[in-house]
């Protein structure tokens, strides 16, 4: 079945929050991945056991369920991860606003050909930057009352 699909800005659906800065000198080998902006391996640079705090003291988050953009680097690629991460300072960290739509890996598989069209606008030498991801704009199905269509891709 062809849904009808609407233009929604990026900040309208999503929140979303840059990593902070998490240097390899920082690192204590450990189980939860580290994403960086590599297009390898879903993103993911290493396993660690984060500190609390950066060396500049910012909170390292540790994360489950969300997605990843990478701002530099491999500029414009977005990964799903359903497990505990940290994010470095060469991501954006993406997660639907609406609390009562629960993120999947189907959910992330259709939005990433989407959110990887960006690509093109995008290089090493102009990041993704929050300021950008404001001003950018998505195609989603929607619902009969004009707003995302979640259940669309939900596997029965």
């Given amino acids: ?91 954006t960290v993406i997660w639907i606003k609406d609390k009562n739509v629960i993120l999947n890996k189907y959910i992330a598989l259709y939005l990433k050909p989407i959110f990887e069209t960006m690509k093109y606008k995008y290089n090493f030498g102009r990041e993704i930057s929050n300021r950008n991801l404001d001003l950018e704009y998505i195609a989603l199905p929607v619902n009969d009352k004009d707003l995302p269509d979640w259940g669309l891709w939900k596997i029965i």
């Fill in 1 to 91: 079945m062809i849904k009808e699909k609407k233009l929604f800005k990026i900040t309208d659906i999503f929140s979303y929050e840059r990593g902070k800065r998490f240097t390899e000198k920082e690192h204590i080998p450990g189980d939860i991945a580290y994403i960086s902006s590599t297009k390898e391996n879903n993103g993911i640079n290493n396993f660690v056991t984060p500190p609390e705090r950066n060396i500049k003291g910012s909170l390292i988050k540790i994360y489950n369920n969300c997605m990843t953009l990478s701002n530099s680097g491999s500029v414009g690629y977005l990964f799903y991860h359903d497990y505990d991460f940290v994010a470095s300072d060469h991501v």
